[in-house]
């Protein structure tokens, strides 16, 4: 089961995502950063603090809307990552271990941190 809550900021809007993100309902996960994307908001911060599984299509999915938003001069950031995604995404080398903003995706310890960044 999915669960996502999101919480719009001047500066960005926050996902929540809790649960498990496999190829089941990755495209769920997809479509909720697509809306907001849609209405013209490009900085997104997605808390995956609440994860329980990150398969390669909830992957697939970030990188997909990372890339959208990039084109737009946005961002997406990545915050509280749950031990089980911090390792998934440490082994498709998308975060930096050492330092959690050296990899393709920033990553920041709390949401407030990765909020400031924007």
């Known amino acids: 089961m999915l669960e ?4 719009e900021y001047k500066r960005c ?9 496999d190829s089941n309902n990755a ?6 950063l697509d809306g ?27 990188m997909r809307v990372l890339k959208r938003v990039w084109r737009s001069k946005g961002d997406l950031r990545l915050c509280a990552l749950s031990d089980d995604a911090r390792r998934v995404l440490d082994l498709a080398g998308l975060i930096g271990e ?3 903003l050296a990899g393709i ?9 990765a909020v400031g960044s924007f």
């Open 4 to 7: 996502i809550n999101t919480s």
């Open 13 to 21: 809007v926050i996902f929540e995502v809790i649960g498990r993100v």
């Open 27 to 32: 495209a769920e996960l997809g479509a909720a």
């Open 36 to 62: 907001v994307v849609n209405d013209g908001q490009t900085n997104l911060i997605v808390d995956l603090s609440g994860i329980e599984y990150l398969g390669s299509a909830g992957i697939r999915e970030i």
């Open 98 to 100: 050492e330092d959690p």
């Open 105 to 113: 995706l920033k990553v920041y310890p709390t949401q407030a941190e």
